[in-house]
């Protein structure tokens, strides 16, 4: 596949082996026959591959990307992360694999010098090849051009046989061309027909989750494929004032009461809520967010029920999410997607966990009004303030595959907006696929679990009324490929769930 032009390294740089050069604006011409380009200066482009099987493999990836970024590569995408059988050497334990998107102004050799000090000062040792390793870094793309010297090959020379690389550069892509350019990923989006022309000779989408390869969120102490069920969010309001509950577990006795009857009939992760953000709620302060929330998370991880669950925190303060982590919360639920907190997103990169970026505009006492409802097309409009709002989070550090997706049923939304987003999940993802493949990919959670629509719809005025709505709105958005339902009863939407996932396998091998 020649889509590089074939560089030798110089003392300055590296030259071509022609008299001129076709990659403006990062070549300087000189009076002799070859033309030097100049790669430490300008930023250059590079793809580098993650591949870890000994150890504490997620630790090993947070650990290396740190390294990294310490030493002059600034990641500006990630791909989702891989479980993987390995390859060559198949007597060894499964991989973890993905791969970034950055920029650098290190050369390309001088780049590969600090990756192989990054994989000693980890723990990794001359070995087998292709055996056991804490890390492992290669260089797939080092800007346009294809370089070839006794230490190193790019691209890669093995990329196109293996699945387990192909499906994270996949991820680093967009499916618009022109607005993965616009976002500045200039030399890598220029490849991207072979590349995917290429996944799909390999098998495509179709590979993963077969084969011994299958796509993982971390959370919690265990990697997790949300494409075999979905699961149940249980809701619990530690608030006065929440519209559906409000006031009914701010005793710490009603919670955990409440905790375990939801965790019996069928919820996967319990989250816990101490702001209201029904329509026109008053905000309350940080230090009363944390009286109202601490003690019950302290008393819940304490029962034995909650063994193997998962705890959430909605907040959109980062100081709350920093201090529910603390105390056993798995992951963070921002309904602001960081936009009421500035700190939401680097504290989150910091805490090494899952986040939900939920869709809102304006905050809960503005968003229903009029300036806060106007779409073009709300699918395509709340994908792509979505993304926005991932693409901050990623760029503060949190890869795209600790992210999760929350339209945001009931904020910012009409109540015909709401059913276009129940029927429109697909719509949405594909409009975040035109600009990140792997945020496409994160999983979906939708929440609208007795919300106003239903009971306009219904004419059901009081919420406590609204579950039967509430089942159809879930079965419905569960057939339209959302991965996470979050709802006040569990019990009636397990049961939901559990017929959608029977037909959608059934669907996937009729």
Known sequence: MNIFRRLLPTKFGFKTSKKSCNAPGLCSIHSSPDCVVEVHSPEQEVIIALGSNVGNRLHNFDEALH??????????????????????????????????????????????????????????????RYGPRPIDLDILFYGKFKIHSEILDVPHERIWERPFVVAPLIDLLGL????????????????????????EKLGGESLVGRNGMKRVLPVGNHLWDWSLKTSVMGILNLTPDSF???GKYVSIEAAVSQVRLMLSEGADIIDFGAQSTRPNASKISVEEELDRLIPVIEAVTKIPEVEGKLLSVDTFYSEVASEAVKKGVHLVNDVSGGRLDSSMHSVVAALRIPYIAMHMRGDPSSMQNPENLQYNDVCKDVAFELYERLKEAELAGIPAWRLIIDPGIGFSKKTEHNLDILTGLTTIRTEIARRSLALSHAPLLIGPSRKRFLGDVCAR???????????????????????IVRVHNVQYNADALRLCDALLERKQYA
């Not at 579950?467 to 959302?482: E, K, Q, R, S, Y």
Request: contains cysteine; charged residues 20%.
């Open 461 to 483: 005025p009081a919420a406590g009324e609204r579950d039967p709505a509430t089942v159809a709105a879930v079965t419905t958005g569960i057939l339209n490929g959302a991965n």
């Open 176 to 199: 618009d061309i022109d607005s993965d350019t616009v976002a500045c990923w200039h030399s890598f989006s220029k490849h991207s027909s072979e590349l995917f022309e290429l996944w």
């Open 67 to 128: 390294l990294m970024k310490q030493s002059g590569i600034q990641i500006t995408r990630h791909a989702c992360l891989y479980e993987t059988a390995p390859a060559y050497v198949t007597d060894q334990p499964q991989f973890l694999n993905s791969a970034v998107r950055g920029v650098t102004k290190l050369g390309p050799h001088e780049l590969l010098g600090v990756l192989k000090k990054i994989e000693k000062d980890m723990g990794r040792t001359t070995g087998i």
């Open 244 to 246: 559906s509950d409000g």
